[in-house]
């Protein structure tokens, strides 16, 4: 079946960038996602990208998409403490396969 | 306001006790599902419904059981509850399969012991 993975920890300075991830099997996938978990919290989707763009720029929240390689990234600019939380990649076009989850801590 | 709900939030349990929990949407969405949530495994599919009465397995069903006899509830049901099934349950819910976003409810804590 499908997979996703995603590396586990990532701990970054506040200020910095950060940037997540993430390889997938699934070369039919049309969408590809970024869902954010924070503490005692359900899954938000945070942002997603077509499988026919290579990037997308939402503030401050860059994807970047290499098909070739099936490689899915998420950066962060200016990382905050806000931002500490679990991040699950995930790719599908019919049932979303999820990642395991990078935990990201934002430490001062 | 548009949401998943999930009830109970905490569960504790023991083994071999039957347990619904339950899900509800009040978004219109066809599809829904659920997931247990597990340390160092990321969230895995338990089973999903397309629509009303049609259900289907994801990757870890054994244990589980659903049904969707209403297009806004779709309950969990352990049977036989065992201690492997202690985990964070999470139920979703999109507009269709294919839809972009799927929409998570809060999350329930089985302890099974």
């Known amino acids: 079946g499908e997979d996703v993975e995603q590396s586990l920890f990532l701990s970054v300075r506040e200020g910095d960038s950060s940037v997540i991830n993430c390889t997938y099997t699934?070369?039919?996938?049309?969408?590809l996602y970024w869902y954010k978990q924070e503490p005692g919290a359900g899954l938000q989707l945070l942002t997603y990208?077509?499988?026919?763009?290579d990037m997308k720029q939402d503030q401050r929240l860059t994807v970047l998409l290499n098909k070739k390689d099936k490689h899915l990234s998420l950066r962060i600019a200016d990382t905050q403490t806000g931002d500490s939380a679990i991040y699950f990649c995930?790719?599908?076009?019919?049932?979303?396969?999820f990642g395991r989850g990078t935990s990201l801590i934002v430490h001062p | 306001e548009a949401q998943v709900t999930q009830n109970p939030r905490y569960l504790i349990t023991v083994t071999g006790k039957k347990l619904t929990v339950t899900c509800s949407q009040n978004?219109?969405?066809?599809?829904m599902s659920w997931y247990r949530q597990d340390p160092g495994l990321g969230l895995r599919q338990i089973y999903y419904?397309?629509?009303?009465?049609?259900?289907d397995k994801g990757d870890v069903p054994e244990g589980y059981k659903v049904s969707r006899k209403e297009k806004r509830n779709f309950p969990l049901i352990l049977e036989s509850p065992s201690p492997n099934q202690t985990s964070l349950y999470f139920c979703?819910?999109?507009?269709?399969?294919?839809?972009?976003?799927?929409?998570f409810g809060p999350g329930t804590r089985l302890t099974v012991t």
């Open positions: 995930a790719s599908g076009s019919y049932i979303p396969t």
């Open positions: 699934d070369s039919s996938s049309t969408y």
């Open positions: 990208i077509f499988s026919n763009m």
């Open positions: 978004m219109n969405h066809e599809y």
């Open positions: 419904s397309m629509n009303v009465e049609v259900t």
């Open positions: 979703a819910s999109s507009l269709s399969n294919n839809a972009y976003e799927q929409y």
